[in-house]
């Protein structure tokens, strides 16, 4: 069993940034594929951003696209969302998951392991 742990999350101005971190335990693997989702009072819960195995192939859905960075620490078995330029409608609890195929995925169902999240907010 992989347990995935978020952090990171607060209140913050809009305009403002946070950083989130995803912290990987138990039967951990560096070639599995990491995704954030957000899921927002009253919408379905939506893809993010996703890295691959190698940190070489990142991915980040339109609305966040310029103003959000996934990265990972292999090492650390650690992958960090970077929130630049944060707007109200960011705002939202964010859910960091696994998936084994270690491919790019902005399907939920594709991810195996999942966080319990950690609420983002932005104030106007």
């Known amino acids: 069993q992989v347990q995935l742990v978020e952090s990171g999350g607060g209140l913050v101005q809009a305009g403002g940034s946070l950083r989130l971190s995803c912290a990987a335990s138990?039967?951990?693997?560096?070639?599995?594929?990491i995704g954030w989702f957000r899921q927002a009072p009253g919408k379905e819960r939506e893809f993010v951003s996703a890295?691959?195995?190698?940190?070489?192939?990142?991915y980040y859905s339109d609305s966040v696209k310029g103003r959000f960075t996934i990265s990972r620490d292999n090492a650390k078995n650690t992958v960090y969302l970077q929130m630049n330029s944060l707007k109200p409608e960011d705002t939202a609890a964010y859910y960091c998951?696994?998936?084994?195929?270690?491919?790019?995925?902005?399907?939920?169902?594709?991810?195996?392991?999942w966080g319990q999240g950690t609420q983002v907010t932005v104030s106007s």
């Open positions: 138990g039967r951990t693997s560096s070639n599995y594929a």
């Open positions: 890295i691959t195995w190698n940190g070489g192939r990142v």
């Open positions: 998951a696994a998936a084994r195929s270690g491919f790019y995925n902005y399907a939920r169902a594709a991810y195996d392991y």
